[in-house]
């Protein structure tokens, strides 16, 4: 093993944990517009409730719940809205689950150097007492359905206000 070759594992995982970060934020923010549209159209309202309240006083988790609210308000008729959108309570929970493991777990460096050299990062949950590893393909996988579902909702914001 040479004596660099730990950089080099711990390099990938935060490269790999910044990138989902990195995806994360942006739906944050998409969230962030969606919920401030909501409660107004004058673009000076919005930002000052997107500076004052949404973006700094909501956790992620809530914001989720929120957009959710929102487009049930939006969509009242269950039979509609979940012909349409069925699934996105799961992914809104799937992605603040996902989200959350890579903003507050540990990176985790195995010492057995086979495991290390197959996963992009291992996080480990210390309440839970368990890892768990991401291949580059999950990755890969975790940032295409993040954008999957921040496209979704800039397609509902368009919907539902730029009409």
Do not use: C
């Not at 739906?27 to 401030?36: L, T």
């Not at 006083?57 to 914001?63: A, D, E, P, R, V």
């Not at 008729?77 to 989200?99: H, M, P, T």
């Amino acid at each position: 093993m040479e004596e660099n070759e730990p950089d080099f594992f711990i390099l990938r995982a935060h490269q790999s944990r910044g990138v989902i970060l990195d995806y994360a934020i942006l739906f944050e923010r998409v969230m962030d517009d969606f919920i401030a549209l909501s409660f107004s159209d004058n673009e000076n309202k919005r930002r000052e409730l997107m500076n004052m309240i949404i973006t700094e006083g909501m956790s992620f988790k809530y914001k989720a719940r929120l957009v959710l609210k929102i487009i049930r308000k939006r969509i009242p008729d269950d039979k509609i809205r979940l012909s349409r959108f069925g699934s996105l309570q799961k992914n809104f929970d799937d992605l603040v689950n996902l989200r959350n493991r890579f903003a507050h777990e540990i990176t985790y460096v195995h010492p057995d150097r086979e495991i290390v050299k197959k996963y992009a990062i291992v996080l480990y949950n210390y309440s839970k007492d368990n890892a768990e590893g991401y291949t580059m393909q999950d990755i890969s996988n975790k940032l295409k359905f993040i954008n999957e579902q921040r496209g979704l909702l800039v397609k509902l914001r368009q919907e539902f206000w730029e009409q």
